[in-house]
């Protein structure tokens, strides 16, 4: 999927609400475990609820690896399930060496038909440029997380007091454009996301930690908002695991609604 | 396995050699291709004739991805099939925020019984500390890579002057001992090793970068090694592709018995 194409489906639809697939056989309601693939039910009626209120899906790809060959193949199911005019984000957070990122952008791209990945961006550019040559395809490289052990090492400062997130988003956009790099920036912290901002003024940010992890909506889109809007915020367990009953697919679509309905206002006050 | 079983393993084969297994159906020899699954094929000649010569063997996760669902039933055989006393690595860099590490840690640990894997340091102590806790497993953390890409990130110096890498080695330490940590300290600068081995003077590395792509063993040994060996030297594609041929398992043994030979007098130098 192009950037423009993408800018389309969130102006259509007046969301930039990216809906995370984080499917655990623990917390999916207990009437779907009995079925032949719990996790592929699961997530099928999740997306057919809230695919009108979402422009991307993100499939955390380790609830999927954890169940070893049956979750890569139930993978495989739910990735064709998906409407082609959605994008996808295969949260894998790979990144090896040339020839092995080679071969994991082949799985996720060609084997799958994932319109992007998370990358880790610390073996550097050979590790994440194989991903960027498939035609409009997106490595989405993590910069700054929104998990507490973010603050380990991605705010080390360097010698001149670049923290280190910084040096990875300037150095990373002399592999990649604003036509096929996004960035993990997370919600935690507002004034944060306006320094990315700075750093990648035209680049999407897929920005995780809102709901769950206490980031706020109307923060990120104050400080992370750019012309064509720029931003994907992935909501995982405040919709998939809104209800654990019979209903909880009708309420994540609901609680999709929801972040939707915020989102178009926040559209039409910086856009 | 324990630090002293593997210790123990090395007095015992006079080897720290690990054997790469980065299986490629392009580059396997072709008479294996009509085989009802080649790779497992290939792997399975592969470690009979290198066992002996062998302490540690080191599958990379994504040749196995590659294959889909097939190429995770593949990886699982491969596992089960190379003999307990021989330490185990899932080279597949992983990382996430906690509750995901830990499905990760599953999928390796428990699902498949790996001793360890590789994991990617960026997202800090909470996506690592998921892999400690499993008793007797190992987190192989990036440290210093051996591609051309690590020059980008990780020798970046901060205020005091502290390349990355050092920041890595001393906070993980933090988190695990030398009995369930050891680092990725690339074969390609010596002296880079010697500096790791400062900041880390107990733990086990994982030498990368040795053969194919230009690395010394008796460098590494003379820079690296410690009262308890403290290195497993991997080699893949100079062990695996030596011959391309139907002896091709058998020159594999003759290349890791060569490197097992150099690593006896290397070990009977400096142990």
């Not at 999927?1 to 489906?9: I, V």
Request: contains cysteine; negative net charge; glycine residues 8%.
């Amino acid at each position: 999927m192009t950037r423009s194409e993408l800018f389309s489906q969130i102006q259509q639809k007046s969301s930039f609400l990216c809906v995370g697939l984080d499917p655990d056989l623990e917390k999916i309601p207990a009437h779907l475990r009995s079925e032949a693939d719990p996790i592929f039910s699961f997530c099928k009626a999740i997306i057919e609820e809230t695919a009108d209120f979402a422009v991307a899906y993100k499939p955390n790809i380790a609830f999927f690896e954890a169940l070893g060959a049956k979750g890569w193949e139930t993978l495989a199911k739910v990735s064709e399930l998906i409407p082609k005019d959605i994008f996808t984000i295969a949260d894998a957070k790979r990144g090896d060496i040339g020839n092995t990122s080679k071969l994991y952008a082949k799985a996720f791209f060609e084997s799958m038909d994932f319109d992007s990945i998370t990358v880790a961006p610390y073996m550097g550019k050979d590790s994440v440029s194989p991903f960027l040559e498939f035609k409009d395809k997106w490595v989405i490289l993590l910069a700054l997380t929104s998990n507490v052990g973010s603050m380990d090492f991605q705010l080390i400062e360097d010698k001149a007091g670049k923290p280190f997130y910084q040096s990875v988003l300037e150095k990373s956009q002399e592999w990649g454009s604003p036509e096929n790099l996004m960035y993990v920036v997370g919600a935690t912290r507002g004034e944060l996301i306006g320094e990315a901002r700075k750093a990648a003024p035209e680049h999407f940010f897929l920005v995780p930690g809102v709901g769950a992890q206490g980031g706020s909506l109307a923060e990120v889109a104050k400080y992370g908002m750019n012309s064509t809007c720029g931003l994907l915020v992935n909501s995982s367990r405040g919709i998939i695991y809104a209800s654990g009953e019979k209903d909880f697919a009708k309420v994540a679509g609901e609680e999709a609604q929801k972040l939707q309905e915020e989102m178009k206002e926040l559209l039409e006050r910086y856009l």
